[in-house]
C-alpha cells in the first residue's frame, strides 16, 4: 500500500474543473490535503498554495475529495507537467540558499492548517 505522504516520486493532481498541476509539497490537513504547486514562491499572496477538502483514499492513484492524485508520467502521460517538474527541479537547483528551507515551508502550510508529523 503507498502511502501519498511518503511516495518520493513527483505526483500531480486533476481537478473536476480540469486543472492539472503538479505537486511540489504535500501536507495531510484536518479537512483533506494541502498542496504546493509548483513555482509557488513566485506567486504574489498564497495563489499556489491549495487546499482539497475531503477524504484522501486509495493507494495510488489517491482521491482527495473529488480530486485525482497520481504519479506524475505514468505510462508516458503528461508530457507537458513532466517538462514542468523538470523545469522545477532546475529552479531549485538553481535558486539553492535563497529557497525557502524545509522549515519554512512546513511554517506556511502550518498556518494553514497543516498537520506535520514530527
Do not use: N
Amino acid at each position: 500500500m503507498a502511502d501519498l505522504f511518503r511516495v518520493t516520486a513527483p505526483v500531480m493532481i486533476r481537478c473536476p474543473d480540469g486543472a492539472q498541476r503538479v505537486m511540489a509539497e504535500r501536507f495531510r490537513h484536518p479537512r483533506g490535503l494541502l498542496y504546493f504547486e509548483t513555482f509557488w514562491d513566485r506567486l504574489p499572496g498564497a495563489l499556489g498554495i491549495h487546499l482539497v477538502e475531503g477524504e484522501i483514499r486509495g493507494e495510488g492513484p489517491w482521491k482527495a475529495g473529488d480530486c485525482v492524485i497520481s504519479v506524475l508520467g505514468c505510462r508516458g502521460s503528461h508530457p507537458e507537467l513532466a517538462a514542468e517538474y523538470a523545469g522545477w527541479c532546475d529552479y531549485l537547483a538553481e535558486r539553492g540558499d535563497e529557497f525557502p528551507s524545509r522549515r519554512e515551508i512546513e511554517r506556511l502550510a502550518r498556518e494553514r492548517g497543516a498537520v506535520i508529523d514530527a
